[in-house]
């Protein structure tokens, strides 16, 4: 059997990066000649099986044929006769089409190795327009390798502007954006995601309430950047810089959506956008299908960020419903989360990215204290029903207030 490893392992292999999982390549085989030795299939749309022993994923080599718009538009021609080069052409990079043989040696068709060394994103063959997912790897790899400089070949850039043009890319499926998306939040530098798409047109029509909050202005004393999309991606750094996971950073990405609802005779100021945008980030979660892990802290962070700033100002009731809001006098809460993606967004403004931020540990105070009173005598007393909530409620105030009066005294 000759089977190659290839793809992503080769190309992190070359960049001398961890690889993370392997592909191979198999030519000359048939999908009976590969249960005849042993392999287990588990491909829906071509032929894919997993090695009996290493349980890696060797795919029959194969080339495909657009037919109908789409990712899944295409028809796939696998058998003996297709060449390990067949299969490399379809693939949608350069630095993703190389091949790599049992003693080492690296088969390269289409200059992968150079555009390595060179730091491109180049597209493999003309075939890179037919299918739409193809915008959002690149732009998730702008993200991954933006450390390493690794810059989109122009003349892919064109082909991309050519998919958005055509309505190729309002072919995307709901669970492909989501997929690519929560993969790129997770990558080195996830803004260049972002930006990506805005240079091929395509983010106005993947994540229109992202594209929208470029323009919008933002008072300079406050936002020395002015632009609340620059300053939305901007703290979406300091939240990969604070925080690996997803929740905190998609918070962090989606926290001001609400600007960009505010009447323009307001501007550059933003009256009630922490409410303003919850039919926006529903909206959002709705179409790309958000799991609710992420949802639930998205909207506590839109709804409760300039609370979470103005901490050291808040009255002891409004921090203390804030908090009880946030679930945070419960076992378990998310509340550490909710801080992180709040400090990243008061970080993320030009010439601020380095300041302190006392607030977070200001609510994690007024948190303990409230959670640590002692509601035995009244939920033993005579107090009834809703009587109950309330008098918890004012002896957490009373617990909050010393918080404040503690921190004002410094």
């Known amino acids: 059997m000759q089977a190659f490893l290839v793809g992503g392992a080769v190309r992190d292999l070359l960049l001398q990066r961890p690889v993370t999982e392997?592909?191979?390549v198999v030519i000359g085989e048939t999908p009976a000649s590969m249960l005849r030795l042993g392999f287990l299939p588990v491909g829906k749309d071509f032929p894919v099986f997993l090695h009996p022993d290493t349980h890696e994923e060797y795919a029959l080599a194969r080339t495909e044929r657009k037919t109908?718009?789409?990712?899944k538009g295409?028809?796939?021609y696998t058998a003996p006769d297709v060449s390990l080069e067949e299969d490399l052409l379809r693939r949608d990079l350069t630095i993703n089409a190389m091949a790599m043989t049992d003693d080492g040696r690296i088969i390269?068709?289409?200059?992968?190795?150079?555009?390595?060394?060179?730091?491109?994103?180049r597209h493999v063959s003309p075939a890179f327009v037919e299918d739409p997912v193809r915008i959002l790897r690149i732009a998730r790899f702008a993200a991954r390798y933006a450390y390493l400089n690794f810059k989109i070949a122009p003349e892919t850039l064109q082909l991309m502007q050519t998919m958005v043009d055509s309505g190729e890319v309002d072919h995307l499926v709901p669970e492909r954006v989501w997929a690519e998306l929560s993969k790129a939040l997770l990558e080195n530098t996830p803004s260049a995601f972002f930006y990506t798409l805005q240079a091929c047109g395509a983010l106005a029509r993947i994540f229109p309430e992202?594209?929208?909050?470029?323009g919008v202005p933002q008072p300079e004393k406050y936002h020395p950047e002015i632009d609340t999309g620059v300053h939305v991606l901007m703290a979406l750094e300091?939240?990969?810089l604070l925080s690996p996971k997803i929740e905190v950073r998609f918070a962090t990405l989606v926290h001001d959506l609400g600007k960009a609802t505010s009447p323009k005779d307001n501007l550059p100021h933003h009256y009630g956008h922490e409410t303003a945008g919850?039919?926006?980030?529903?909206?959002?979660?709705?179409?790309?299908?958000v799991p609710n892990h992420c949802k639930v802290l998205a909207k506590q962070v839109m709804q409760f960020h300039t609370h979470c700033h103005k901490s050291r100002e808040l009255k002891a009731s409004t921090l203390t419903d804030m908090l009880t809001k946030l679930g945070a006098f419960k076992g378990k809460s998310h509340l550490d989360d909710f801080l992180l993606a709040c400090e990243a967004d008061a970080r993320g403004r030009l010439g601020l990215e380095s300041q302190p931020y006392p607030q977070a540990q200001i609510v994690k105070q007024a948190a303990h204290a409230g959670a640590s009173v002692d509601t035995a005598t009244i939920v033993s007393g005579a107090y009834q029903g809703a009587e109950i909530g309330e008098a918890i409620r004012q002896l957490r105030i009373q617990a909050i207030t010393e918080v404040i009066k503690q921190y004002k005294a410094l």
């Open 278 to 289: 919850l039919p926006l980030l529903e909206t959002l979660c709705t179409r790309i299908r």
């Open 74 to 76: 295409f028809s796939v």
């Open 22 to 24: 392997k592909d191979w």
């Open 108 to 121: 390269d068709p289409y200059q992968g190795q150079y555009d390595l060394q060179q730091r491109w994103l």
């Open 68 to 71: 109908t718009p789409g990712y």
């Open 238 to 240: 300091q939240a990969a």
């Open 210 to 214: 992202i594209d929208t909050l470029f």
